[in-house]
């Protein structure tokens, strides 16, 4: 072996080795699989003498549930929270989409609320507590009917919009989802003439003209600021508790309006729990 190759065999594995050692360094990382333990915080943020709305209904899946399509006819599920806030319907579709994925849920109730009808009043709050794992709880859906109507509901439609977990697995700490007046959505299932409309006139559950239109954004009560005219039941009227519904605190179409709030972090020591 002549002195040229002496030196460019140790040059050679001298580089091999800083190769590897690069691949080594920058394979992805294994993605994790936390499991985090939240509350989840609902606040209404209507006006006073504003719209209430119904126990929210909060569901945590890997990304495989839809709750609604814009454009596209509400499931069953949909209508019957739109227009009676019965989420009992939905709870059992989420079961049999997301039971073998770890999918979970729950109802927040507003204590608070009239007795045996636990709705969110207008500055009420509520929470729960929830245990997420990042493979089976990477998403979180949430769906309540807007009262009174006859079939206005807010939920988000896009599965992944509400992302916890990152693609690594890793909590991505806490999260405010604020839903204004512009993420009201007709169902589409019910003519809107404010008869037969839950919380205000309705004589028993899923009543009032049926109809079969896509979901869509709400026009907003009759002789609202985005819907003028009409001979409005809602704004102005008294609500199934005998509550004045303020024309403008209850019009969710006026520019800057807000209905709700929801809130997702981290337990920790200072809420009595352990992480």
């Known amino acids: 072996m002549n002195r040229k190759e002496r030196t460019i065999?140790?040059?050679y594995w001298t580089l091999v080795f800083a190769?590897?050692?690069l691949v080594a360094t920058t394979q992805p990382l294994q993605a994790q699989d936390e499991t985090v333990n939240v509350v989840v915080k609902i606040e209404s943020l209507a006006s006073e003498n504003g719209v209430y709305f119904s126990p929210v209904w909060v569901g945590f899946h890997d990304g495989s549930f839809d709750l609604f399509d814009l454009g596209s006819l509400a499931s069953e599920a949909v209508e019957r929270i739109a227009e009676d806030g019965d989420n009992s319907v939905l709870r059992a579709d989420f079961a049999d989409i997301t039971t073998e994925t770890g999918?979970?849920?729950g109802v927040i109730t507003s204590p608070a609320g009239f007795p045996g009808l636990p709705l969110f009043d207008p500055g009420e709050v509520s929470t729960?507590?929830?245990t997420l794992t990042a493979s089976q709880n990477r998403y979180m859906s949430f769906a309540s009917m807007v009262v009174p109507s006859n079939d206005a509901f807010i939920g988000n439609h896009n599965p992944w919009a509400i992302e916890?977990?990152?693609a690594a697995g890793k909590f991505k700490g806490k999260q405010i989802i604020t839903v204004p007046g512009s993420m009201v959505w007709d169902a589409g299932t019910e003519l809107n003439n404010e008869l037969d409309a839950a919380f205000i006139?309705?004589?028993a559950p899923d009543t009032g003209v049926t109809t079969t239109c896509p979901v869509l954004p709400h026009p907003g009560f009759l002789n609202s600021y985005a819907n003028p005219g009409g001979d409005p039941i809602i704004l102005g009227g008294m609500n199934a508790a005998?509550?004045?519904i303020d024309p403008a605190g209850a019009d969710f179409t006026l520019p800057y309006a807000v209905v709700a709030r929801i809130t997702i972090e981290p337990v920790t020591m200072n809420d009595g729990m352990m992480p």
Request: proline share 5%; no cysteine; net charge negative.
């Open 19 to 21: 190769v590897l050692a």
């Open 9 to 11: 065999k140790p040059m």
């Open 201 to 203: 006139n309705q004589t």
């Open 242 to 244: 005998g509550t004045l």
């Open 164 to 166: 916890l977990f990152d």
């Open 103 to 105: 999918g979970i849920d």
């Open 128 to 130: 729960a507590e929830f």
